[in-house]
C-alpha cells in the first residue's frame, strides 16, 4: 500500500545524507578520507530506516529495529550539532540536526500511512511462527520416523533373505546326501513275515519231499544246503523263529532241530560270534 509521504520522506532523506556527510567530512578534517566515514553513518541510519519499513523483527519483536533506528539518528545528531559548536555557529548546530530528525520523524508517518489496518499484529504473527515451526518439528519427525521404518524393513528383508538361502541349501543338500546314501533292506518281521506259496504247502501235505520243477534236468544238484538257506534267512529277517519256519516251508524233508541249529549258527556268525 502506497502513500504520498513518501515523496517527502525520500527528499529529506536526500539532503539529511548530504548534509550529514558534508558535516562529518568537515568535522573530521581528514580530507577526503573522512568521506567513508560520513559514508559509514548514512548507510548506517538509511539501513535502519528500510528495515523498519520492512518490517524486520529482532527475537520476534520490532522495538529493538526501532531503538537502533533511534539511538543511530541521535548519534548522527550530536556529531551535526558538534560541527555546529566547532564552527562557532549556534544557527547550524541547531538546525543541523533538525534535517534528520524531521526526515525520521516523516518516515514513521509514511510507514504508519502504509501498514493495513487489517493485517496481523505482532502477537499473531508470532502465533502463526510458533505453529509454523510445531509443523515443521512434526514433518521433520515424520521423515524421521519414516526413514526408521525403512530400514527396519530392509533388515527385515535382508535376514529372510538369508533364512531362505539356507533353507535352499539345506534341502540341495538333503537331496544329494539321499541320492548318495545305500539302499537299505528293511528287516522282516512277523507283521511282514513272507507267505508260503500255495503249491509248496500243497506239495509238504501231499508227499514228503516236493516234486522237483519239469523244467530242471538234476534237481538234487541244484538244491540249496541248509546251510545256505539259513545264511539267506538270517540275512533278511532278525527272528530265528520266522527263518526257521521259511526254510521248513522250503525244505520239508529237512529236520526242525537241525535247521533251527543252523539259523542259530548262522545268527551268531552274523552279529561277531555272539548269540
Same mark, same amino acid.
Given at each position: 500500500?502506497?502513500?504520498?509521504?513518501?515523496?517527502?520522506?525520500?527528499?529529506?532523506?536526500?539532503?539529511?545524507?548530504?548534509?550529514?556527510?558534508?558535516?562529518?567530512?568537515?568535522?573530521?578534517?581528514?580530507?577526503?578520507?573522512?568521506?567513508?566515514?560520513?559514508?559509514?553513518a548514512d548507510i548506517i541510519w538509511a539501513s535502519v530506516i528500510w528495515a523498519e519499513a520492512r518490517g524486520l523483527r529482532i527475537s520476534g519483536h520490532r522495538w529493538p529495529v526501532a531503538a537502533i533506528g533511534w539511538a543511530a539518528l541521535l548519534a548522527v545528531a550530536a556529531f551535526l550539532v558538534w560541527h555546529?559548536?566547532?564552527?562557532?555557529?549556534?544557527?547550524?548546530?541547531? /538546525?543541523?540536526?533538525?534535517?534528520?530528525?524531521?526526515?525520521?520523524?516523516?518516515?514513521?508517518?509514511?510507514?504508519?500511512? +502504509?501498514?493495513?489496518?487489517?493485517?496481523?499484529?505482532?502477537? =499473531?504473527? /508470532?502465533?502463526?511462527?510458533?505453529?509454523?515451526?510445531? +509443523?515443521?518439528?512434526?514433518?521433520? *519427525?515424520?521423515?524421521?520416523?519414516?526413514?526408521?521404518?525403512? +530400514?527396519?524393513?530392509?533388515?527385515?528383508?535382508? =535376514?529372510?533373505?538369508?533364512?531362505?538361502?539356507?533353507?535352499?541349501? *539345506?534341502?540341495? !543338500?538333503?537331496?544329494?546326501?539321499?541320492?548318495?546314501?545305500?539302499?537299505?533292506?528293511?528287516?522282516?518281521?512277523?507283521?511282514?513275515?513272507?507267505? @508260503?506259496?500255495?503249491?509248496?504247502?500243497?506239495?509238504?501235505?501231499?508227499?514228503?519231499?516236493?516234486?522237483?520243477?519239469? @523244467?530242471?534236468?538234476?534237481?538234487?544238484?541244484?538244491? !540249496?544246503?541248509?546251510?545256505?538257506?539259513?545264511?539267506?534267512?538270517?540275512?533278511?529277517?532278525?527272528?530265528?523263529?520266522? /527263518?526257521?519256519?521259511?526254510?521248513?516251508?522250503?525244505?520239508?524233508?529237512?529236520?526242525?532241530?537241525?535247521?533251527?541249529?543252523?539259523?542259530? *549258527?548262522?545268527?551268531?556268525?552274523?552279529?561277531?560270534?555272539?548269540?
Amino acid at each position: 500500500m502506497r502513500t504520498p509521504l513518501l515523496i517527502p520522506a525520500a527528499l529529506l532523506s536526500g539532503g539529511s545524507l548530504a548534509w550529514t556527510t558534508w558535516s562529518l567530512v568537515d568535522l573530521l578534517g581528514a580530507g577526503p578520507w573522512g568521506i567513508t566515514v560520513a559514508a559509514g553513518a548514512d548507510i548506517i541510519w538509511a539501513s535502519v530506516i528500510w528495515a523498519e519499513a520492512r518490517g524486520l523483527r529482532i527475537s520476534g519483536h520490532r522495538w529493538p529495529v526501532a531503538a537502533i533506528g533511534w539511538a543511530a539518528l541521535l548519534a548522527v545528531a550530536a556529531f551535526l550539532v558538534w560541527h555546529g559548536i566547532e564552527q562557532d555557529h549556534a544557527a547550524m548546530a541547531v /538546525a543541523g540536526p533538525f534535517l534528520p530528525l524531521g526526515a525520521k520523524v516523516v518516515w514513521l508517518l509514511a510507514l504508519a500511512d +502504509m501498514r493495513d489496518p487489517g493485517a496481523l499484529t505482532d502477537d =499473531d504473527c /508470532a502465533l502463526l511462527a510458533d505453529e509454523e515451526r510445531a +509443523m515443521r518439528f512434526e514433518e521433520a *519427525r515424520h521423515q524421521h520416523e519414516l526413514r526408521r521404518r525403512e +530400514m527396519a524393513a530392509e533388515r527385515l528383508l535382508a =535376514d529372510v533373505s538369508v533364512d531362505f538361502e539356507i533353507e535352499l541349501a *539345506r534341502q540341495e !543338500k538333503g537331496r544329494e546326501l539321499a541320492r548318495r546314501a545305500p539302499i537299505a533292506i528293511a528287516p522282516i518281521t512277523r507283521e511282514h513275515e513272507p507267505s @508260503t506259496p500255495a503249491s509248496v504247502t500243497e506239495q509238504h501235505h501231499v508227499s514228503a519231499r516236493p516234486e522237483p520243477p519239469a @523244467t530242471s534236468p538234476n534237481p538234487d544238484r541244484e538244491q !540249496k544246503s541248509i546251510a545256505d538257506l539259513a545264511r539267506e534267512q538270517v540275512a533278511i529277517t532278525s527272528d530265528n523263529v520266522i /527263518a526257521t519256519k521259511t526254510i521248513l516251508a522250503l525244505r520239508p524233508d529237512a529236520k526242525e532241530t537241525s535247521v533251527a541249529a543252523a539259523v542259530r *549258527r548262522e545268527r551268531s556268525k552274523l552279529n561277531g560270534g555272539y548269540n
